[in-house]
C-alpha cells in the first residue's frame, strides 16, 4: 500500500542530521536540513579545530546503509588498541580485541562532516539551508521561528515531521520539554578537557605510534592523543575544573609548562607549541544529557546528542548516534512508515540503550585514567580473552560488545555485570593467567551467562 510521505524538517546538519537526511531523501521523503553554520567552499564548520572521533563498528554500519562507506574509508586511520603511557616512561601496547578486524578508526570531525553535507546538499530530495538558526518552536501550529544569522531577519516555516538533531544544546528538546512538561537533565563532571596538538615530524610523519590511541593515565586525570592523516596527532587534556592540578590550578604558562614537564615529559617534549596551544583553544565541558520524552505524536522526534548527549570516553557519542538513525530506519520498514508507531516504539526501545551507553561511558573514564595501570586489571582482560577463545558464543568482553559487535547496549551492559563478578572471582588471589582453573572458569560462564 503507498504511504503518503510526510515532508520532513531536520534541525542540525551536523554528522547526525546530515546522515539522517541522507537516508530520508533516499527513502523518498522530501527533507529540509536547517542548519545555523555557514555554507564555506569546503561545506566544513568555519570556526575552530575539529576534534577526532572513534568511529566503530556501529558507526561504520550506518554509513554503508546510507552508501557512502568507500567515501569515508580514505579518511581513517586503524587504532589497533591503547599505547599506555607510564610515569616512569615506560609504554605498553592493549590491544582492543584479539581478530583482525576487532579495530576502531580515527577521523575527523570536521571531515566526515564536510563529506557528509556536501553529499546531503547534492542529494535530489534533501534541501540544506545554512545560516538558518532556529529561535523558537509552535508544535500548536507547526510552525518554527528562523534567524537568519547573516541578515538577523526572521521567518516562520511550517513542518510535518520535525526532527531535532541539533546537539547537546538542542533548542529543539527544550521547545518539546515544554510543550510535554517532560524532563531534561544535563549532569556535568567535575572535570573538563582541553585540544592540544603533537604535529608532525619530518616529511608528514607520525612522531608516535600511528595505529594506537595513546593513553597517559594519571589517576585522576590523563592525556589522550588520536592520529590525524597529516602526520600530526590531536591531543585531549580531561584534567579536573578546581583543585589541584587542575584547569583552575594552570593559570599562567609557568604552571603549565612546570605540570607538562612533570606529569606528560614524553608528550611535552612533541609538543612545540604546547603553551600558546592551551591558552588560545577553549575549555571544553564533558557532561551527559537525558531527558524524557524523546519525541510528540508524529510530529516531532529528538535524535542523538540532542536526545542522550554522552561523554567521550567509550568513543560511542557518533556510534550511537548513527545507529539511532539505522534503528529508526528499520522501524519505518516495520510501521510501513507510520510515524506515530516509529516514534513510540524508537523511544522505547532506544532509551534503555541510550542509558546504558551513558553509564559505560562514564565507567571508562576511570577505567582509562587509573584502572589501566592496575596489574589485575591487565590480568582480568587476559582471562577475558581466553574466555572468548574458549567459549566465543558465551563470552565476549563488555569493549568488544559495545565495539565490535551490534548487540543492544543495554544487553552489553547487563552481560557485563555478570562478567565482571566472574573475572573478580577468577583473578583473586593469582597473579598470573597460568594459575586460572579453566574448568571451573567455564562452569562459571555456562551457568551464569
Known amino acids: 500500500m503507498a504511504v503518503d510521505k510526510k515532508q520532513i524538517t531536520i534541525v542540525g546538519a551536523g554528522l547526525t542530521g546530515s546522515l539522517l537526511g541522507l537516508r530520508l531523501g533516499q527513502r523518498g521523503y522530501k527533507v529540509d536540513l536547517l542548519e545555523r553554520r555557514r555554507q564555506t567552499s569546503e561545506n566544513a564548520e568555519d570556526s575552530g579545530r575539529s576534534i577526532n572521533l572513534a568511529l566503530s563498528r556501529r558507526g561504520i554500519d550506518a554509513l554503508k546503509v546510507v552508501g557512502i562507506m568507500e567515501d569515508v574509508a580514505p579518511l581513517l586511520i586503524p587504532m589497533k ?42 542529494a535530489p530530495d534533501v534541501n540544506v539551508v545554512f545560516e538558518q538558526k532556529c529561535t523558537s518552536i509552535d508544535f500548536d501550529a507547526s ?169 567521550p570516553f567509550h568513543g560511542q557519542g557518533m556510534n550511537c548516534a548513527f545507529e539511532d538513525c539505522v534503528v529508526l530506519d528499520g522501524l519505518l520498514d516495520t510501521h510501513n512508515e507510520d510515524w506515530a508507531a516509529v516514534n513510540v516504539q524508537f523511544s522505547k526501545h532506544r532509551k534503555p540503550d541510550a542509558d546504558a551507553i551513558a553509564q559505560m561511558a562514564i565507567e571508562n573514564y576511570t577505567t582509562m585514567r587509573s584502572t589501566v595501570t592496575d596489574p589485575k586489571y591487565s590480568l582480568k582482560k587476559a582471562i577475558g580473552f581466553e574466555l572468548e577463545r574458549r567459549l566465543p558464543e558465551l563470552f565476549i568482553p563488555r569493549y568488544s560488545m559495545v565495539m565490535f559487535h551490534d548487540m543492544p547496549y543495554s544487553e552489553a551492559l547487563e552481560k557485563g555485570e555478570i562478567q565482571r563478578t566472574i573475572l573478580n572471582r577468577l583473578a583473586d588471589g593469582i597473579q598470573s593467567i597460568d594459575s586460572v582453573d579453566w574448568e571451573q572458569a567455564e562452569a562459571m560462564v555456562k551457568s551464569r551467562i
Open 81 to 122: 588498541g591503547r599505547m599506555l603511557h607510564f610515569e616512569n616512561g615506560d609504554k605498553e601496547f592493549s590491544p582492543y580485541g584479539q581478530r583482525a578486524e576487532e579495530v576502531i578508526y580515527s577521523v575527523s570531525r570536521r571531515d566526515l562532516n564536510r563529506l557528509l553535507v556536501t553529499r546531503a546538499v547534492e
Open 143 to 311: 510552525r518554527l521561528t528562523l534567524e537568519d544569522v547573516g541578515s538577523g531577519e526572521s521567518q516562520d516555516r511550517s513542518f510535518e515531521l520535525l526532527i531535532g538533531c541539533d546537539g547537546a544544546g538542542s533548542k529543539v528538546r527544550r521547545a518539546l520539554m515544554e510543550k510535554t512538561g517532560g524532563i531534561s537533565i544535563s549532569d556535568f563532571l567535575d572535570h573538563d578537557y582541553k585540544e592540544l596538538e603533537i604535529p608532525s615530524g619530518e616529511a608528514g610523519t607520525w612522531q608516535l605510534e600511528k595505529e594506537a590511541l595513546h593513553i597517559w593515565p594519571r589517576g585522576e586525570f590523563m592525556l589522550i592523543s588520536l592520529p590525524n592523516l597529516d602526520g600530526s596527532f590531536t591531543v585531549t587534556l580531561f584534567l579536573p575544573k578546581m583543585g589541584t592540578p587542575s584547569f583552575e590550578s594552570l593559570a599562567d604558562k609557568v604552571s603549565v609548562e612546570a605540570f607538562f614537564e612533570k606529569t606528560f615529559p614524553t608528550a611535552r617534549a612533541l609538543m612545540p607549541d604546547l603553551v600558546d596551544d592551551f591558552f588560545c583553544n577553549p575549555t571544553g565541558r564533558l557532561g551527559t544529557v537525558r531527558c524524557q520524552p524523546w519525541h510528540l505524536e508524529d510530529k516531532c522526534l529528538l535524535l542523538g546528542d540532542a536526545a542522550h548527549a554522552i561523554v
